[in-house]
């Protein structure tokens, strides 16, 4: 069975005395980190409880399709280049709502996979729906070199049928597999295993999904350390037909 233990900033300040009790204070969201134990021979799923910080917030002046817009914002300037962020709509019917965000995006504009803005379904049914006016943020997405690390953190090896293996989620009710890559002349990276060809940018992971890491038997056991800061409020994912991993 895998173990976590949990130690927020929030927490080791409880035992902090007299230091803070004349002053005024300023407050944050919770922050900390996370320890998962990653046990050999065995799968091992990891939800992403802790998060990036909140890159841009504000609230649509139009919505329309998959194409949202906010005036007062640059996203060009904003957001990074190659990188991928979560949409996290914050207030309105579909409060809770997330949706990944990937380029191109323009200064006032961002591009949804999905419409939420849809107000009927094909058979004229109403739906809930994202109206101007609704707020949101956008925080960008971990990624696999970030949370296992680049050295990483599991055994690398020079063929995936010897390394440990990440099994991230497709969004499609498949996997896609990878690994650390150790070459015999010195060097490694994070590999794909299924087209063993090297990685190149960032690998979103995704906190609203579960990843699995299977430790081969003769690994060492992993304490896997994540940090980040807490995201309090509901999430409202969307399931399909195959198995859904969901991280908590």
């Not at 949101?136 to 010897?162: E, H, T, W």
């Not at 060809?197 to 430790?215: C, E, H, K, N, R």
Request: charged letters at 15%; glycine letters at 12%; hydrophobic letters at 40%.
């Amino acid at each position: 069975m895998k173990h976590i233990t949990i130690t927020t900033l929030a927490a080791m300040l409880l035992g902090t005395t007299g230091a803070f009790a004349a002053e005024s204070a300023a407050y944050t969201k919770p922050s900390g980190f996370v320890t998962h134990t990653l046990k050999a021979g065995q799968f091992n799923l990891i939800g992403l409880t802790l998060h990036e910080p909140i890159a841009v917030s504000g609230a649509f002046e139009t919505v329309s399709g998959t194409t949202l817009t906010d005036s007062d914002v640059d996203f060009t300037t904003a957001l990074t280049a190659g990188k991928t962020y979560i949409l996290e709509v914050t207030s309105g019917e579909l409060v809770g709502t997330i949706q990944v965000i990937n380029e191109p995006w323009t200064a006032n504009t961002i591009t949804t996979p999905d419409d939420i803005t849809a107000t009927q379904d094909g058979g004229g049914q109403p739906l809930l729906a994202l109206k101007a006016g609704d707020t949101y943020q956008l925080r960008a997405a971990a990624s696999l070199q970030q949370v296992l690390g680049d050295p990483a953190v599991i055994k690398g090896s020079g063929a995936v049928g010897s390394a440990d293996v990440v099994w991230v989620p497709d969004g499609t009710g498949g996997f896609v597999r990878y690994f650390y890559k150790e070459a015999l002349g010195g060097g490694a990276t994070w590999y794909n295993a299924s087209t063993n060809t090297a990685v190149t940018g960032d690998i979103p992971l995704i906190y609203a999904d579960a990843i699995m890491v299977q430790l081969k038997s003769s690994s060492p056991e992993v304490n896997l350390v994540v940090t980040g800061s807490v995201k309090t409020g509901r999430v409202s994912l969307a399931v399909f037909n195959g198995f859904n991993l969901l991280s908590n």
